[in-house]
């Protein structure tokens, strides 16, 4: 099979959000995901003439060929218990096919039935069960899906300059229809800010990521971090703050990160249900002379995420 030319998922979510937002104007939000991936699609030979809910255990969202003619169908699974998880998978697949499909003629069929080796089976984000290429594509549909339903530009329109408190996500997550996770995971890669989120069950992180500002300042997140008992999401769900709408100040000594402890700025939100939490952590700015200019790459920690979601 050739490779198609390699695009870019942000390059590609981008161009849509411009052409969304020439057609639509401000008022666009939430994207509409569906009728997007129909129009955009129609455009094509091989358009995706099905966008369907399946109730099917194991997977989380498919971009499947027609076994008899060159259309495609997005299918989504319907179990999932994430608000806004649903929009997240229906754009990753949609991400599939913008991005990674080999375009369908007739002359596939000629044979008679197409076979599966088209199809793009997504398993919840887990991706050491991926071969590499498939990780990079399932995490380049991620980007799509997530640049697509939260352009950044108007993420920072909407957080200015603010600290994440509960009401301002709830806001975002409103205009976006995204989840919480997608929501603060957003806003931790673009903020400028000193800040990280940690997904945390049974006293330990499962994954963390800290923003550009705060890894250079020495503020990593490893998985298996253990959360620290005097920290809010080690206080638990029914701890003092647990229901706070805005960060709270934390003492240097709670937090340890690889270049020591600082005071924090914590604000966690608790999902009994899915068993874990999420803490969004501020730190102070720092004075520039403080800041370490490692050379360092973006440690990428998807792969540490062992939780059962994209979103
Ligand atoms: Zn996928």
Known sequence: MNEPVRKSPIREANRLTVMLRT?????RFPIDVEALAREVSRQNDDPIATIEAVDIDGFEGMLRAHPRRPHWQLL????????????????????????????????HYRDGELDNRFNFECLPLQSNKWKDTEGKR????DTFASYLLMPIDDYRKQVGD????????????????????A????WIEFTDKRAAMVVAS??????????????????????????????IAGMGSTGQHARSDQPIAIPSGVWNFSRGSEPVRELTFFSNRLGFSISVLHFDPLAAHHTVDDEVE??????????????
């Not at 929501?183 to 957003?186: D, E, I, L």
């Open 23 to 27: 057609v639509l104007g401000e008022d």
């Open 76 to 107: 989504y699974n319907d179990q999932s218990q994430y608000p806004g998880r649903k929009r997240f998978t229906m754009a990753h697949e949609f991400g599939h096919y913008q991005l990674h499909r080999q375009p369908l003629t007739a002359g």
């Open 138 to 141: 399932e995490e380049e549909a």
């Open 162 to 181: 603010l600290e994440m408190s509960r009401p301002l996500l709830d806001h975002v997550i409103d205009r976006y229809d995204v989840s919480l996770m």
């Open 183 to 186: 929501a603060v995971r957003k």
């Open 202 to 231: 049974d006293g330990f992180a499962l994954w963390g990521r800290a923003s550009a500002a705060a890894y250079k300042s020495g503020i990593f997140v490893r998985s298996g971090l253990e959360i620290p008992t005097n920290s």
């Open 298 to 311: 973006l440690m990428d920690t998807y792969d540490k995420f062992i939780t059962n979601g994209h979103s």
